[in-house]
């Protein structure tokens, strides 16, 4: 009887699911978080690919200023310049996507320096964890 109830015992038990699995599980269930992930997730990519999406260079780079060159400062959005162009003669889409890469560098040394700073906070109260 005894050997009856240690094998019932193991076919109850599930094999083990790790954490991340479990809480994909769970975030897989709200449709926002899983519009939010997938904008970061663009985000992510817009900023890495930054120079083959942008079709013209960062300033100050050469090129940047080619706009201008063409007579092309200070225009409305066109099918060339989808966000149109400034006073200065830059691409404005070039520029939203370049500057990608400097909001993302913020955020992850806003949250690294927010996490740093709650860790001394709570080292200074005794709290530990």
Known sequence: MLKLRRKKARDDVKKGVSQWAVGWMRFKKHKAGLLGLGMIAVFLVIALLHNVIAPYPGRP????????????????????H????????????????????????????????????????????????
């Open 61 to 80: 780079e050469f090129g940047s200023f080619q706009p201008l060159y063409d007579g092309e400062a200070g225009m409305p959005p066109s099918e060339k």
């Open 82 to 129: 989808p966000f149109g162009t400034t006073v200065m003669g830059t691409d404005v889409f070039s520029e939203v996507i370049h500057g990608s890469v400097y909001t993302l560098y913020v955020a992850f040394t806003c949250d690294h320096n927010h996490h740093d700073l709650n860790r001394l906070g709570r080292d200074n109260r005794g709290v530990s964890g």
